[in-house]
């Protein structure tokens, strides 16, 4: 019998089996597990997970991104229907859901470094295309009762409303962010919330693919965690984005799994 391949630093790792090609992620959780196959990188390739161990993080699925009063991303919309036939299987499966998104106060807008500033502020560089894309600056009105721009508690920083409805505030975790990246540092909410809820093995979600995923996916990666990307509960408007961010997160990030592989192929013990 082929000895498991073990990537084992000080008891907090994973095995590899050579003749299943499966990689264990479990670090020896007697909980109950699941197994999922991959849907990119090497083929017939699967890895074994402890939903106890586990946490969905879906990424900025909000109302500025996805509602038509404020965005045209049909591949978001997808997402969000994928996402939405999904969540209530991740909860029975034991896994925690966390809703990461754009809550900024007055004081994160004052103190926005200038690069951060300048990706939200299009309209003041140059004429938007699409009104209803045009940015002015974190905090600034948008008009129409959409509230200032991805502040905390206005209307398009709210979670897209189909997936406000699915969500549980008794049981998920909502967390707010003020860059890019969710766990740029260790003050984040995502940061101070992940150790509490036990997590180890996080499934990534939402919008956009090559942007504030990316960027937390790749935290993420950098802190130690192991990064799963649910390919088809992810979308960009960036031409190549999520093929690329797919190829990279296959073959260096983590895993890239189909969500449909949880939902209807899933095999449990």
Request: charged residues 20%.
């Amino acid at each position: 019998m082929t000895a498991d391949l073990r990537f084992d630093p000080q008891g907090d790792g994973w095995t590899f089996n050579k003749e299943t090609q499966t990689y264990d992620l479990r670090r020896a959780s007697p909980s109950r597990r699941f197994t999922v196959l991959t849907s990119q990188g090497p083929p017939n390739t699967s890895v074994t997970l402890a939903p106890a161990l586990s946490a969905l993080v879906v990424i900025d699925m909000q109302n500025f991104f996805l509602h038509p009063r404020c965005n045209d991303h049909p591949s978001g919309l997808a997402a969000v229907e994928r996402t939405l036939q999904d969540v209530d299987k991740w909860r029975e499966i034991g896994i925690k859901v966390i809703w990461l998104n754009w809550g900024l106060t007055d004081e994160d807008i004052v103190s926005m470094p200038a690069a951060a500033q300048h990706s939200f502020a299009s309209a003041v560089v140059s004429p938007p295309v699409d009104d209803r894309q045009a940015t002015y600056g974190f905090g600034s009105d948008m008009g129409d009762d959409r509230g200032r721009l991805l502040v905390a508690c206005s209307w398009n920083a709210q979670l897209y409303d189909p997936l406000q409805d699915a969500s549980r505030p008794g049981s998920d975790l909502f967390c707010d962010k003020n860059r890019i990246s969710g766990l740029w540092n260790s003050e984040m909410p995502l940061a101070k919330a992940l150790p509490g809820a036990g997590s180890r093995t996080l499934l990534f979600a939402g919008v956009n693919t090559d942007q504030c995923i990316l960027g937390t996916l790749a935290d993420a990666y950098y802190r130690g965690f192991d990064c799963i990307l649910l390919e088809n509960c992810c979308a960009t408007k960036t031409p190549g984005g999520q093929e690329v961010t797919v190829y990279n997160t296959a073959r260096g990030y983590g895993f890239v799994v189909d969500s449909r592989s949880f939902c209807d192929d899933l095999v449990t013990s």
